[in-house]
């Protein structure tokens, strides 16, 4: 089993849409987990990171933590066509490494 | 101020043919990772570095792979008699201080390796 699944897509959405993107986990000695955004020919870049459970906001941004069923979830809001690249959730190790899923390709259209 | 970079951007190589990839971290970051990611695959972690020393080479994926970092800061990643399952985007990133928690890894446009 992987340590982060997530669905790679891809996800096509209209402008202005509410996005929703998701990954589960299967270790949970570590509590931290990330999102990533990657545009094509570009390295990650990171959007938000979290600590715990519950929410987590970010301008239109939410990272949300369920710990009960090791899910985690970014949600977009009034989303833009600048926002389709390819997000990527991660769990942390140990400070030296993280657990990355696959990537979820979001297309958001004019 | 500069972020991470790569070199070379794009690699052509043929199978059994060795190659180096570069990495430049941002100034003063003490901790550098390589990470390797394939068509459709999640980010694959290799290595760590903290200064020059490799506490974490536990993903390094066969003994062709070693890496090493000098002066604390450019790292070299090296691949010998390279396959071509070695064919992937190789990332670089680098952190102030990995106790300063997930938030600090920034990472390099990469370096694009096909093998012929």
């Known amino acids: 089993q992987k340590e982060v699944e997530q669905d790679p897509g891809p996800l096509s959405v209209p402008e202005g849409a509410i996005v929703s993107l998701n990954c589960t986990y299967s270790?949970?000695?570590?509590?931290?987990f990330m999102w990533y955004r990657q545009y094509s020919r570009k390295g990650p870049e990171l959007l938000m990171y979290?600590?715990?459970?519950g929410n987590k906001e970010d301008g239109r941004f939410t990272a949300q933590v369920d710990k009960s069923s090791k899910y985690i979830s970014l949600f977009i809001r009034d989303s833009q066509p600048s926002d389709s690249a390819t997000y990527l959730c991660?769990?942390?190790?140990?400070?030296?490494?993280?657990?990355f899923g696959s990537g979820t390709k979001l297309n958001v259209k004019p | 101020g500069a972020g991470v970079s790569q070199s070379p951007s794009n690699k052509v190589t043929e199978k059994g043919k060795d190659v180096e990839l570069r990495c430049d971290p941002i100034?003063?970051?003490?901790?550098l990772y390589w990470y390797r990611q394939s068509l459709g695959q999640g980010l694959e972690f290799l290595i760590y570095?903290?200064?020059?020393?490799?506490?974490?080479k536990s993903g390094l994926p066969s003994d062709r792979f070693s890496a090493e970092r000098t002066g604390g800061s450019v790292s070299t990643l090296t691949i010998q008699r390279t396959q071509q399952e070695d064919s992937a985007v190789y990332l670089c990133?680098?952190?102030?201080?990995?106790?300063?928690?997930?938030?600090?890894?920034?990472f390099g446009p990469g370096t694009r390796l096909l093998v012929l």
């Open positions: 100034s003063g970051h003490t901790a």
């Open positions: 270790n949970s000695a570590f509590q931290y």
């Open positions: 990133a680098s952190s102030l201080d990995p106790a300063g928690g997930p938030g600090t890894q920034y």
């Open positions: 991660a769990r942390g190790g140990n400070f030296n490494k993280f657990y």
């Open positions: 979290t600590y715990s459970s």
């Open positions: 570095f903290q200064g020059n020393s490799a506490p974490d």
